[in-house]
């Protein structure tokens, strides 16, 4: 994908804009990068957040800290599947750590890598993913799975192309 965005990235983006004042283009940010890391094999590049910056009408260090603060946004190359496991307390108690070194094992990578093949990214661990009640549990291409364990983490990752 070049500086460009897609024809698609920009609905996407312009559906965002709708929901808020016409003065607040920063709060479509977030969707906006978003949409075009997924276009972009999940992650980003300068000329992207540049193109995003500018259809917005933003500063790109607007864009930058957003795409460097939150843990959702790759700014480097990744593996096509995103993996997050949860390792906050909750998740923590329930066997979160068991869980990341299982999955470590089973991909022969450790975490914030990807796999050689590029299939996998097990993302550096995140403190927190809102599913305490359902802990362990883990995001996979934004998706959530609860109560894992070896077995599910089996079936959810095997099921990938």
């Not at 804009?17 to 709060?27: C, H, N, T, V």
């Not at 460097?68 to 496991?85: T, W």
């Not at 998706?143 to 079936?155: A, G, H, W």
């Amino acid at each position: 994908m070049d500086n460009k965005l897609s024809e698609h990235a920009k609905e996407v983006i312009d559906q965002w804009l709708k929901i808020y004042p016409a003065d607040q283009k920063r709060s479509a940010v977030l969707a906006a990068l978003r949409e075009v890391q997924h276009e972009n094999n999940g992650f980003l590049t300068t000329d992207l957040m540049d193109a995003v910056a500018d259809y917005l009408g933003l500063p790109k260090i607007a864009v930058y800290e957003v795409a460097s603060f939150y843990s959702m946004f790759e700014i480097q190359p990744v593996g096509r599947h995103s993996i997050s496991v949860c390792t906050n307390i909750s998740c923590m108690l329930c066997g979160a750590d068991e869980i990341v070194a299982y999955i470590e094992k089973k991909l022969g990578i450790k975490t914030g890598e990807s796999t050689k093949d590029g299939r996998y990214y097990l993302k550096q661990e995140e403190e927190c993913l809102a599913a305490c009640c359902g802990g362990p549990m883990m995001m996979v291409d934004h998706k959530f799975y609860e109560n894992l364990s070896p077995e599910k983490v089996d079936e959810v990752l095997d099921k990938l192309e």
